[in-house]
Nanobody
Framework: QVQLVESGGGLVRPGESLRLSCAAS????????IGWFRQAPGNDRTAVSS???????SYAESAKGRFTISRDDGRNTVYLQLTNLKPEDTAVYYC????????????????????WGQGTQVTVSS
């Protein structure tokens, strides 16, 4: 079964942290470009971060300095460490895979990813 499963979301206060996990099955995660996206109710799905086959990371401007993407090849899992969370970070967070990496800003394009998880909810509230 080829799939991605997200976990690790929850309810936190502003300034707190969460670590999200993206567990892959049916394929080797380090052969793909893996992206994290998020979507708030009624809004479009937007890119947050990605890690390519060489381990190089990309971040949206809103994520720089606060979020860190990493990969554990032994566990076939990609992580997204969320720190200093803000209310505007509230969304469902999804991971996705891309086989042929797109240059430049292609990592932000939803249409370039062929497999998605079902998402994990992150809520940041006082």
């Amino acid at each position: 079964q080829v799939q991605l499963v997200e976990s690790g979301g929850g309810l936190v206060r502003p300034g707190e942290s969460l670590r999200l996990s993206c567990a892959a099955s049916g394929f080797t995660v380090d052969w793909y470009h893996i992206g994290w996206f998020r979507q708030a109710p009624g809004n479009d799905r937007t890119a947050v971060s990605s890690i390519n086959r060489d381990g190089e990371a990309s971040y949206a401007e809103s994520a720089k300095g606060r979020f860190t993407i990493s990969r554990d090849d032994g566990r076939n899992t990609v992580y997204l460490q969320l720190t200093n969370l803000k209310p505007e970070d509230t969304a469902v967070y999804y991971c996705a895979r891309q086989y042929f990496e797109s240059p430049d800003q292609g990592w932000k394009m939803v249409a370039e990813y062929d497999l998605w998880g079902q998402g994990t909810q992150v809520t940041v509230s006082s």
